[in-house]
């Protein structure tokens, strides 16, 4: 495999290649959406299975939580062909929008795109995964609300993870809850999971400093939002991580799963050679292939 730190353009070259065959593909339209709240990002598509379970059986419910550095131009139609995918792989989808960063807002430059709201994107996922059950009982007939599995790509993964650790957040957080979520388990897709490293590797941009407000803030906030912290979740929890991933880097992953082991639990990585950032949600990718068979797993 190539040394992405000694061919930086050859790295560079890869990892544009990947991300223009992943956003390639047309925009899937849901089986029918539905709100979660008031705003117009208040809500979740969802796609019904088209293959997978038998006559009659249940399908598993995938939550997908989409990337994009938690940034207003990057919203859920860029992951529905991967929802799509999954749909044909047997199961229900519920794939989540929610707020994102505006225009200028505090810690970017003016003008720029910024990384999510303060509490607003927390707000959201929150809300949406607790609307979630009566929702997959309306739209969703044929899947099973018992067995949920949580996914999401890059500030996704991070978002997943912390959905599933809301349990573990300090007493004064509007989101916590008082146990565990019911969840079959978290597969997340280069996650930018530990801010404390993607901080210091200035992931996306300095988008976790970003969404957490900057400056001083971000120390004060982290233990509100930053899966790092919030562990042992005591749920089942894989990561997926491409090798030569030049936008959320493997060290990101295992920073996470370090601190798990620090903090007695076990999350599985998945490291795939001479794989980048996107092909985990490209359904024309072999990693995407490996992707769903990690949330079988965990579902079935």
Request: proline fraction near 8%.
């Amino acid at each position: 495999m190539p040394d992405s730190a000694a061919e930086p353009g050859t790295a560079a070259a890869r990892n544009d290649a990947e991300e223009k065959s992943a956003l390639s593909h047309p925009a899937v339209a849901p089986d029918s959406t539905a709100g979660y709240g008031d705003h117009p990002d208040q809500v979740i598509d969802f796609y019904v299975p088209r293959g997978g379970a038998g006559p009659g059986e249940a399908a598993p419910v995938v939550v997908v939580l989409h990337g994009g550095s938690w940034r207003a131009p990057y919203d859920r139609r860029h992951i529905s062909p991967f929802a799509d995918f999954l749909a044909h792989r047997g199961f229900a989808v519920a794939s989540v929008e929610y707020r994102r960063g505006a225009e200028g807002s505090a810690g970017g430059s003016a003008g720029d795109p910024v990384a999510g709201r303060w509490p607003d994107t927390f707000d959201d996922v929150a809300a949406a995964l607790d609307a979630l059950p009566e929702l997959v009982r309306r739209h969703l007939p044929r899947a099973d609300a018992r067995r949920v599995v949580l996914t999401g790509h890059s500030a996704g993964g991070h978002l997943a993870l912390w959905a599933a650790a809301r349990h573990l957040l300090p007493a004064d957080a509007p989101w916590r809850t008082d146990r565990p979520a019911p969840l079959r388990g978290v597969v997340a897709l280069a996650p930018i999971a530990d801010f404390e490293v993607a901080d210091k590797l200035d992931v996306c941009g300095g988008a976790a400093r970003q969404l957490l407000g900057g400056g001083e803030l971000f120390a004060a906030r982290r233990p509100y939002a930053d899966p790092a912290l919030l562990l042992p979740t005591g749920i089942a929890t894989t990561l997926v991580q491409g090798r030569a991933d030049v936008d959320v880097p493997q060290a990101v992953a295992e920073a996470y799963a370090d601190a798990a082991a620090q903090a007695g639990e076990v999350v599985g990585v998945t490291l795939l050679e001479d794989v980048g950032h996107f092909p985990l949600i490209d359904p024309a990718a072999d990693a995407c292939a490996v992707v769903a068979e990690e949330i079988a797993q965990l579902a079935w």
